[in-house]
């Protein structure tokens, strides 16, 4: 099976303390830690495991710059076999529809019977592998945490619905399916591992390669602009405790003894 | 000004909370609107439902299929193409469903999309402005978007208020008859209803609840020791099962389970709006963070910034010398 996993580079914000920058119009991004997006390495390892048992390939994919190069040789090192790299001027500031729109013009000129996203990355909008789906005319199934391989043209995977249950389905290949954190374990990637990808080929597509309509991606075409960020309103906001640790734990045993949560 | 859809999701013959918060978002679009509900399903239960948006909704459009019985949103995506007028704003609940169902139906619309919106801010002509949250709660952004030519817009379940009930006596249309045969390469198989677990923390009245911050499989011990000493259980939330450190029936949030306890303690859990969604009956939060920014605050009662690794073993050791000076 030919499985195709797009990932994303992010902020990783286990690491970093999100802060507006002086603008206010972005992050602050000097100094960020950037890691592969959360779900995308639970998708790399499932396309991995399924691999493992039916035979094919992995590559993994991505829309970015020259600096994504050490996500996808980060992947590359769990395992995959390729990785490709999108990355053009013309596509810059694309809304999700943009880069659905590039990555289907890349899916046409290669053969997958797969294709898997993480089911969001950090800016929680949870939509390319359902629009890229769309676009392909291809069955899209979301919040993905079993697959089974049925046979050459079927999978049954469930979906995660409401209150930990499951929905089971049958779909036909080649789909698109958007996968929940904790599907697997991803492995552990070392320096070893990255080392041994480092000198590796990774082609980089652009507008000409892809022969995309500049007309379709990038900021003019986007319907969807991000215009700031902002701090949220803190509503009410809870009650800082403030002194020593051990004023605090004072503070709070009376509280908990108040509200009932200590005899 | 543009036609405005609420998709109304529902499960036997009930409405989903979903259905009276769509047409508080539709008012903020456009506050002379009256948003029409439209429905997919099959029998009495889609009747039921949709006589009960009759005092919420002015027009009400079903869409009654027996393909439609169970919500597929590969389906329901082909039903909707058919029934919705061109360029039309579309208001979908952001939960497992519209998920599934919104990203794709977009593009069929050629239309433009917008997920997750917890505000709507204002509308000038064709040009929207939302507000959506990114980096999982910890900064909100405002997004522009072009409906010219139509939308579909996630809303978060929860984030609008639903407006006073005015008694709207709304006209069931049935739609059914502008759908032709469905076809899809997905088929719904059956429903697995969650395991409920050795421990039922839906009815325990103290959480320790722990999150990401707990970092380590062998740190859950800091807070059962805690939950313990006290006669409190353990919970977490959702990035504790995916490291697989909690069994899935110890997680809360809208894909695990809702609480509904008298005291929370969230250990090292940032907030997300899916995990705050579990939490019911309005307890005396307690969030112990090292991240002052963490979103968690915002809703807490009494916020603690400290390193919960090393706060909670104090804490942990202080109560106990408190029940023995007693004794």
């Known amino acids: 099976m030919e499985i195709l996993v797009c990932i994303k580079r992010v902020p990783d914000t286990s690491e970093n303390e999100i802060e507006l920058n002086s603008n206010g119009n972005d992050i602050e991004r000097d100094d960020l830690v950037y890691s592969v997006n959360e779900a995308d390495n639970y998708a790399v390892e499932e396309a991995l495991q399924i691999v493992a048992r039916e035979g094919g390939n992995v590559t993994v994919v991505t829309v970015g710059s020259d600096e994504d190069d050490e996500s996808?040789?980060?992947e590359m090192a769990m395992g995959a076999n390729r990785g490709v790299l999108i990355s053009d001027?013309?596509?810059?500031?694309?809304?999700?529809?943009?880069?659905?729109t590039i990555l289907k013009a890349y899916v046409q000129q290669e053969h997958y019977d797969l294709i898997l996203t993480g089911v969001q990355a950090e800016d929680s909008a949870a939509q390319i592998g359902g629009m890229l789906a769309a676009m392909l005319d291809y069955p899209f199934a979301a919040l993905v945490n079993s697959i089974q391989v049925m046979d050459a043209r079927k999978l049954k995977i469930t979906r995660e619905i409401e209150g930990g249950?499951?929905?089971v389905n049958e779909i036909e290949l080649p789909c698109v399916l958007s996968i929940q954190t904790g599907i697997n374990e991803p492995r552990y990637v070392g320096m070893k591992g990255i080392r041994q990808v480092a000198s590796l080929n990774i082609p980089t597509l652009g507008l000409s390669e892809l022969r995309v309509d500049a007309s379709a991606v990038g900021e003019f075409a986007a319907r969807v602009k991000r215009e700031d960020y902002f701090v949220p309103a803190m509503g009410e906001g809870a009650e800082i405790l403030q002194g020593s640790r051990e004023v605090i734990i004072e503070k709070l045993i009376e509280l908990m003894r108040a509200k009932g949560a200590l005899k | 000004m543009t036609r405005i859809f609420a998709y109304i999701v529902h499960k036997a013959g009930v409405a989903d909370d979903s259905a009276a918060e769509l047409v508080a978002a539709a008012k903020m679009i456009d506050d002379?609107?009256?948003?029409?509900?439209?429905?997919?399903?099959?029998g009495t239960e889609l009747d039921t439902v949709c006589g009960s948006l009759r005092d919420t909704y002015a027009e009400i459009w079903k869409v009654a299929k027996e393909d439609l019985?169970?919500?597929?949103?590969?389906?329901?995506r082909k039903a909707l193409l058919e029934v919705l007028p061109q360029g039309c704003i579309l208001l979908v609940p952001h939960n497992h469903f519209g998920i599934d169902l919104s990203p794709g139906l977009s593009i069929k619309m050629n239309a433009a999309f917008v997920s997750d919106v917890v505000n709507i801010e204002s509308i000038k002509g064709a040009n929207l402005k939302l507000v959506r949250q990114e980096f999982g709660g910890q900064l909100s952004a405002h997004v522009r978007c072009d409906v010219s030519s139509g939308a579909v817009l996630n809303t978060r379940p929860g984030a609008f208020k639903p407006l006073e009930g005015s008694a709207l006596n709304g006209l069931v249309l049935d739609k059914s008859p502008l759908v032709g045969a469905l076809t899809t390469k997905r088929h719904f198989v059956e429903t697995i209803v969650a395991d409920a677990g050795g421990v039922d923390i839906s009815k325990e009245p103290v959480l320790v609840s722990i999150g990401r911050g707990i970092q380590e499989r062998d740190n859950v011990a800091i807070a059962q020791e805690l939950a313990d000493t006290i006669g409190a259980v353990v919970s977490c939330s959702r990035p504790v099962v995916d490291a697989k450190w909690l069994e899935k029936s110890r997680q809360v949030g809208t894909s695990g389970k809702t609480v509904k306890?008298?005291?929370?303690l969230a250990c090292g859990i940032s907030g997300s709006f899916q995990h705050l969604a579990g939490i019911k009956g309005n307890p005396f939060l307690v969030a112990i963070n090292k991240n002052p920014k963490a979103p968690i605050f915002q809703v807490a009662d009494v916020g603690i910034v400290d390193d919960l690794l090393e706060f909670l073993p104090e804490l942990t050791n202080r109560i106990r010398e408190s029940v023995l000076s007693k004794r």
Request: glycine share 8%; charged share 20%.
């Open chain 2, 69 to 76: 019985a169970y919500p597929n949103a590969e389906l329901v």
């Open chain 2, 32 to 42: 002379a609107a009256s948003p029409t509900a439209i429905l997919t399903g099959y």
């Open chain 1, 89 to 100: 001027e013309a596509f810059s500031s694309s809304d999700g529809k943009g880069i659905a």
């Open chain 1, 72 to 74: 996808l040789r980060r």
């Open chain 1, 165 to 167: 249950s499951k929905e």
């Open chain 2, 261 to 264: 306890p008298k005291v929370y």
